[in-house]
């Protein structure tokens, strides 16, 4: 979006950008609100705190009434994306959402086969850009998948040692309903056959879904089960060339399930940084 603004202060340049170009630097500004200066941020304490506790009847209140506590977000902590946003269809970074469309531009430019897919997809931002990438590129043939619990992350599984402590399934505001999620991608004009959502946890839906290659596997359940519970299927399926995105390498679960992934299967693939808390790599 930025690179975007700047190329239209300088009309010159303006004819080197693409309309395609143009569209998804707007797309993205729309997605995480940057495009309007900023966004909201939801005042909402964890449930089972003290704070949380004395906050919840005020809330309860504030929706009766269908108020919400918020504080402003600069354009700038937006484009960091290290908030959950009131309003935005996505909490990713720009560097996070112009990494998924270069993943996608690149798969389509060097033909590399294969779908399109997002585990853990909140509103379902990231998955937007990505159907809306296939079709400012007229590509008809890859699906999008929109995997995700639609109610949240899931409690600790004793399973994983590593998640024990993981406080995520009691922010309510992680939950997104299906339907909130295919409004979402109405509101842009990009829900179609082409869009399919996989609902229920991963570890139920994934080995079964019906996806045979993927040219973009982008990882984003946080926790270390669910990413765990992502790489195990879908890694297989990735095409020589694809993209392996992680969304919170910086999350200590995350980390070590994906480094322990990688290590088990000798995968020694240069992890490239997109900003501090994204990583990715490509499949040799
Ligand atoms: C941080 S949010 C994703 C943010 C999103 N990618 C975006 O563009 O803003 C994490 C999502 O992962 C989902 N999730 C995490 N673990 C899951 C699991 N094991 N099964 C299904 N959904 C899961 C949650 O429901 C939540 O929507």
């Not at 290290?82 to 998924?100: C, F, G, V």
């Not at 996608?104 to 990231?126: H, N, S």
């Not at 998948?145 to 399934?169: C, E, I, M, N, T």
């Not at 295919?182 to 990009?190: E, Q, S, T, V």
Request: net charge negative; glycine share 8%; with cysteine.
């Amino acid at each position: 979006m930025f690179a975007a603004l700047s190329r239209l202060m300088h009309p010159l340049r303006l004819a080197t950008v693409s309309p395609e170009e143009l569209y998804l630097d707007l797309l993205k500004g729309c997605l995480n609100r940057s495009a309007f200066g900023g966004d909201l941020h939801m005042l909402q304490p964890a449930a089972d705190t003290l704070i949380g506790r004395a906050y919840l009847p005020v809330q309860r209140l504030l929706h009766h009434f269908e108020l919400r506590l918020v504080s402003r977000v600069s354009a700038e902590r937006v484009a960091a994306g290290k908030y959950w946003p009131a309003t935005a269809e996505t909490m990713l970074s720009q560097a996070r959402l112009d990494n998924i469309q270069e993943s996608i531009t690149a798969a389509i430019v060097e033909k590399i086969p294969g779908d399109l897919i997002e585990t853990g997809v909140w509103r379902g931002g990231g998955t937007i850009l990505m159907r809306a990438v296939l079709a400012a590129y007229g590509d008809t043939t890859r699906r999008v998948w929109v995997a995700d619990s639609f109610k949240g992350l899931p409690r600790p599984d004793a399973a994983y040692a590593a998640d024990a402590s993981d406080q995520h399934w009691k922010y309510r505001e992680l939950a997104v309903s299906l339907d909130e999620v295919r409004a979402n991608f109405a509101r842009y004009g990009l829900l179609d056959e082409q869009v399919r959502f996989l609902p229920g946890w991963f570890a139920d839906t994934l080995p079964a879904a019906p996806i045979e290659r993927l040219a973009v596997l982008r990882l984003d359940g946080d926790m270390y089960g669910s990413t765990m519970d992502a790489l195990v299927p879908l890694y297989p399926k990735v095409s020589p060339g694809g993209f392996v995105i992680i969304d919170d390498y910086e999350l200590a679960g995350c980390r070590q399930a994906v480094d322990e992934y990688r290590a088990d299967h000798g995968i020694r693939d240069e992890l490239v940084s997109v900003d501090h808390t994204a990583v990715f790599w490509r499949k040799r």
